[in-house]
């Protein structure tokens, strides 16, 4: 194997590696800390059904977002749901040996790349010319958004035009990262920095903005059934103050009970 | 009041996004509260000399107590959906008061002391230092949000600007910089029992002259019951109801529905007060001890049901928090001790707790209630969905049921109703202004900048629909309009109570000897509650 194929294949190893562990202790501090109170936001569903359908609606069509701003909707949309297709037609690298027929039904997802690249210029071009939105802008969000556009870019380049990558040579390279029976993998540049630029997007995962993704999940004003006067909810902490009388402002306003 | 000049917004004939005004709304904040109002909450009296220490490690206690503060912390990606929907921002065009960027004031100093970015790339990440500066930033800023939440409503992570704005206000109170107005006042609710600091003899002839005047202007003895042991319903009501216009008429109104149901009913002097500051400083403690007076309350007098007057942030204190706080709700499981010896002796054929508008609501869909309705043929009237009761609760049960029922209400006395714009209405709501701990002379500037959407749309339909009332059922909001409304040409005394609405339809004509009430309904000469001993507040 060539150095720079080692690089990468280690590389790989060690971004996917922050990445679970990173999102796995984020999704755990999320999922232990408790929400003392109900806090839905109107409209709220009074069902946990009701909830499930609110959060597949958020995840899906991002609701909140289109009652709110339609560009950043349309932009914010055309992104993630180009990356969505993308993702899933690049599953075929990583699927040792020949793909099942449904990956032909995939091929068209290749255009899903331009929906991406559109989507996220659109928000680049907002974040910079719409003064509300650089004034909440930190350098960390400009280039959030200049690296996954260089990903786009950078795959756009290797599919629609001359400047193609190996593919069969990237399928034994992804694929043998899975089946830990490792190969070389092409040196284009592009291809090179497409790659690199997702590792450490990978990397980058857990202790940045794109903790939106649990996140979201997570959200009390969302996931939460609207029965607070039928049911009580109480969370731990409140629960272990209330039966040791704690809270301390017994002691300078009187006891209650 | 040593206010300083400023320029009343004028009204657009639609709402646009302001550009960014740098600075306009920088200022020492509202007053400071000092020891004398500190000390009982249990706060430092001035800050502290390590202030810095003891806030951060506030900041981290917080995030790994409310899943909230951490959640919304972590997952903003600053997309800008929320920049135009803040209040004060329209009015104020101060960038400081986008939601975002409120948040930002607490999230930079999360980033630099929690996050690995923040705390080895803080130029990159935006992460900042919680210094004199910043403090002072926060003290201003986070007391120009009401906690409305209509950015939370518009965010795609539901991110919510009044739990960051709860906690940043926990934190300075944690190093003894409050505001002097919601403290000096939860002092106030929690020895005397009210917000207003009126001991219970002052209560009680407030009531009695309200009866005299009630009988007098409309023929029927009407009540208004102070600690009637074993009446069925406990009303808890904001203690503006006793006293200030035009709350004072809703009052009025309830005590008619009540009489005209012929149901026994009390108020209580030891939990004389809806409201609930402890929500809006952030802190659980204090809230639930405000909340436990009620709970106290309920259990001596033991009543049935406990029913909340109109008053947004008490409605969602008391509908959202108030079986977690005390116990008054249903559904608690049998081993709960603390919520069962109170949830078995409330009635679970009624809601727990009951608002007044779900209440009269009822009474009017079984036909209970006559109403002349010409009575206020004089009006065009229009309801302004206060921010806690539209976005933080329900009612009757049914999805969107804060919208409906208080609106069912108004059109069963009214002939002539009509909407704001759509997008200034139910949960999209404009804050009233004042909402949050912010209803306080001191803080003026804001206040009236604020209430500039709310005044726009109600302009359109002065205009277009001739209405010349505006209904609410949130004491703040009715306190705040009054205040503001002159300030843009509409009469003051446009803004009522819903049940100041109902109170002049409904016709009073229940036979007077089947009362149902038990003991003395209308007669209470010993109060079963002894007023606590700590009627002043000096």
Same mark, same amino acid.
């Given at each position: 194997m060539s150095t720079i194929s080692i690089i990468f294949t280690a590389l790989f190893y060690i971004s996917l590696f922050i990445f679970i562990v990173g999102m796995g202790r984020k999704i755990y501090q999320f999922s232990v800390t408790p929400a003392p109170l109900k806090i839905p936001t109107a409209p709220?569903?009074?069902?946990q059904t009701g909830v499930v359908f609110r959060m597949i609606r958020e995840v899906t069509l991002f609701e909140s977002l289109f009652r709110s701003n339609k560009w950043i909707w349309l932009f914010g949309f055309l992104f993630h749901f180009g990356l969505l297709l993308v993702l899933v037609r690049h599953l075929r690298y990583f699927i040792p040996g020949d793909l099942p027929e449904i990956f032909l039904l995939m091929q068209?997802?290749?255009?899903a790349a331009f929906a991406m690249v559109i989507g996220l210029g659109g928000l680049l071009v907002r974040r910079i010319f719409v003064p509300r939105i650089r004034y909440i802008s930190a350098p960390s969000d400009y280039l959030m958004l200049l690296m996954l556009i260089i990903i786009g870019v950078s795959g756009v380049i290797m599919t629609f !035009?001359?400047?193609?990558?190996?593919v069969i040579m990237v399928k034994a390279f992804a694929s043998g990262l899975v089946t830990f029976d490792w190969a070389n993998l092409p040196t284009e540049t592009h291809f090179l920095v497409h790659l690199f630029l997702v590792f450490v997007l990978l990397a980058i995962f857990p202790i940045s903005k794109l903790l939106h993704v649990p996140g979201v999940f997570f959200s009390p004003t969302r996931n939460q059934v609207d029965d607070a006067r039928k049911k009580r909810h109480i969370s731990p902490w409140a629960l272990k103050q209330e039966k040791e009388h704690a809270v301390k402002l017994d002691q300078t306003l009187g006891k209650d009970e | 009041m040593a206010a300083k000049e400023f320029d009343i917004p004028k009204l657009p004939t639609y709402i646009e996004i302001p550009e960014l005004n740098h600075?306009?709304?920088?200022? /020492?904040?509202?007053f400071k509260s000092v020891e004398e109002f500190q000390k009982p909450l249990g706060f430092p009296g001035e800050k502290i000399d390590n202030w810095q220490e003891v806030a951060i490690a506030k900041m981290g206690e917080l995030k790994s107590k409310y899943r909230s503060v951490q959640v919304f912390l972590d997952s %903003?990606?600053? %997309?800008?959906? %929320? !920049? /135009?929907?803040c209040h004060y921002f329209l009015g @104020?065009?101060?960038?400081?008061?986008?939601p975002v960027a409120r948040q930002d004031l607490f999230r930079s100093v999360y980033r630099r002391h929690f996050t690995f970015a923040g705390k080895y790339f803080p130029k990159l990440v935006g992460a900042k230092e919680l210094d004199d500066d910043m403090l002072d930033d926060w003290y201003n800023y986070f007391h120009q949000?009401? =906690? %409305? $939440?209509r950015c939370s409503v518009f965010c795609p992570y539901g991110i919510d600007t009044a739990e960051i704005s709860m906690a940043a206000r926990e934190i300075l109170d944690t190093v003894g910089?409050? =505001?002097?107005y919601c403290n000096q006042i939860l002092g106030k609710a929690l020895t005397v029992g009210n917000n207003l600091g009126l001991p219970e003899p002052a209560l009680r002839d407030t009531l009695i002259d309200l009866e005299e005047e009630v009988e007098e202007d409309f023929g029927a003895p009407v009540k208004y019951p102070l600690?009637?042991? &074993?009446? #069925?319903i406990l009303l808890i009501t904001?203690?503006?109801?006793?006293?200030?216009e035009p709350h004072i008429d809703g009052l009025i109104g309830y005590g008619k529905v009540f009489y005209q149901d012929g149901v026994s009913w009390t108020m209580s @002097?030891?939990? @004389? #007060?809806?409201? *609930?500051?402890g929500m809006f400083i952030g802190s659980y403690d204090i809230m639930r001890k405000a909340a436990l007076r009620i709970r106290k309350a309920a259990l001596d007098l033991e009543v049935s049901r406990v029913m909340v007057g109109e008053c947004g942030h008490a409605w969602r204190v008391a509908y959202s928090f108030w079986n977690t706080l005390s116990g008054v709700g249903a559904g608690a499981q049998s081993s709960d001790e603390h919520a069962m010896r109170l949830q078995k002796q409330? /009635?679970? $054929?009624?809601?727990?707790?009951?608002h007044i508008i779900e209440y009269t609501h009822d009474l009017i869909q079984r036909g209970k209630l006559n109403f002349d309705k010409s009575e206020n043929d004089d009006r065009t009237v229009t309801f302004h969905d206060s921010c806690n009761v539209a976005r933080a609760t329900n009612m009757g049960?049914? #999805?969107g049921g804060q919208f409906i029922l208080p609106r069912d209400v108004i059109k069963a006395v009214c002939n002539n109703y009509v909407d704001m714009e759509r997008s200034t209405i139910k949960e999209s709501t404009f804050c009233c202004g004042g909402g949050g701990g912010l209803l306080t002379d001191d803080l003026m500037e804001i206040r009236v900048k604020g209430a500039m959407p709310r005044m726009q749309a109600l302009k359109e339909v002065e205009k *277009? #629909?001739?209405?010349n009332t505006l209904a609410a059922i949130c004491a703040i909001c009715k306190s705040q309009f009054s205040k503001v409304l002159p300030k843009f040409d509409? /009469?003051?005394?446009m803004i009522v109570s819903v049940h100041q609405l109902v109170s002049a339809a409904?016709?009073?004509?229940?036979?007077?000897?089947? *009362?149902?009430?038990?003991? &003395?309904q209308t007669d209470a000469e010993e109060p079963v509650i002894e007023a606590e001993e700590t009627a002043e507040t000096e």
């Open positions: 709220t569903p009074l069902t068209p997802f290749k255009y !035009t001359n400047n193609h990558t190996d | 600075g306009v709304m920088d200022g /020492d904040g509202p %903003c990606v600053k %997309c800008g959906a %929320c !920049t /135009d929907k @104020s065009s101060d960038p400081k008061n986008m949000c009401s =906690q %409305c $939440r910089v409050g =505001q002097k600690d009637v042991k &074993g009446a #069925e904001p203690s503006a109801d006793f006293f200030a @002097s030891y939990a @004389s #007060e809806g409201a *609930n500051f409330l /009635d679970d $054929r009624y809601p727990q707790p009951q049960g049914i #999805e *277009n #629909e001739g209405v509409f /009469d003051p005394y409904i016709i009073l004509d229940k036979p007077q000897t089947t *009362n149902s009430s038990p003991d &003395g």
